[in-house]
C-alpha cells in the first residue's frame, strides 16, 4: 500500500513542472470540482489537469493500477477508475449531510479528485474547521479505497499540492502591415547649362 501511495503522490505532483506555457487540461475526465469557498484567495489545485505529454506518458500507468484492484480480487469492477464517477456522487450527498449535521465544515475552500478509487482533498480550512472528524466522514464514502488530506489552515505559506497556473492567453495585438520598398521620385534628367551672353559681346557683334 505505500508503494501505492507514493505513486499516486507522486502521479498528483507531476505537475510541479513549469506549466506557464502549456495548456493543462483534465484529459482523463477524472471527477474534479469544487466543494466549498468560504477561504478568500486560497491557491486553485491543478487536480488532475495536465499537459499533453503528461497524459502520454501517464496512460499506461491508467491501464496497469487501474486494473490491479480486480486482478487481486479487491474490486467488482475490471478497472478501480470504472467507480471514480459513482464515488463523486457519492461525496457530494455525503457532504450535503455533513452540512446539517457538521456545519463547521463549510468554513473552508476545498476541491475534491476522485482517481482510481482515491479521494483527494485540497484546499484551505478556517481556524475551527473539524479536520480529523471531516476525514474520517469522508472516508466512509461507499468504495472510497483511501482519503488523502492535501489542507492548509494557513493559505500565505507554501500549499501541499501542486497550484493551477493558466496558461497566457495567445497576443490579440495585431501585427504592423509589412513595408513595401518605397519607390523613388521620377526626375528628369540634367540639362546642359545655357550662358547667356553678357552685353559686352553683343556690342562686339
Known amino acids: 500500500m505505500a508503494k501505492r501511495t507514493g505513486f499516486f503522490c507522486l ?9 506557464a506555457d502549456e495548456q493543462l487540461q483534465n484529459r ?26 503528461e497524459w502520454i506518458r501517464e ?11 480486480w486482478i487481486e480480487g479487491r474490486c467488482r469492477l475490471p478497472n478501480a477508475f470504472a467507480y471514480d464517477q459513482e464515488i463523486a456522487d457519492s461525496a457530494r450527498r455525503r457532504l450535503q449531510w455533513l452540512s446539517a449535521n457538521m456545519p463547521t ?3 473552508s475552500t476545498l476541491w475534491i479528485t476522485v482517481w482510481q478509487r482515491w479521494v483527494l482533498i485540497q484546499g484551505c480550512v478556517g481556524p475551527q474547521f473539524p479536520t480529523a472528524k471531516f476525514m474520517e466522514a469522508m472516508r466512509e464514502i461507499p468504495d472510497a479505497e483511501r482519503v488523502v488530506d492535501q489542507t492548509t489552515r494557513d493559505a500565505s ?10 496558461a497566457p492567453a495567445p497576443s490579440t495585438t495585431p501585427r504592423p502591415p509589412p513595408q513595401t520598398p518605397s519607390t523613388p521620385a521620377h526626375t528628369s534628367p540634367p540639362q546642359p547649362a545655357t550662358t547667356v551672353p553678357s552685353s559686352h559681346s553683343r556690342s562686339q557683334k
Open 11 to 19: 502521479l498528483m505532483s507531476l505537475t510541479a513542472f513549469s506549466h
Open 28 to 53: 482523463g475526465n477524472d471527477p474534479f470540482f469544487q466543494v466549498s469557498k468560504a477561504i478568500l484567495n486560497c491557491p486553485e489545485p491543478a487536480g488532475p489537469r495536465t499537459t499533453e505529454a
Open 59 to 69: 496512460s499506461h500507468h491508467r491501464i496497469e493500477h487501474g486494473n490491479h484492484c
Open 105 to 107: 465544515w463549510e468554513q
Open 157 to 166: 505559506r507554501n500549499v501541499p499540492y501542486e497550484r493551477f497556473t493558466k
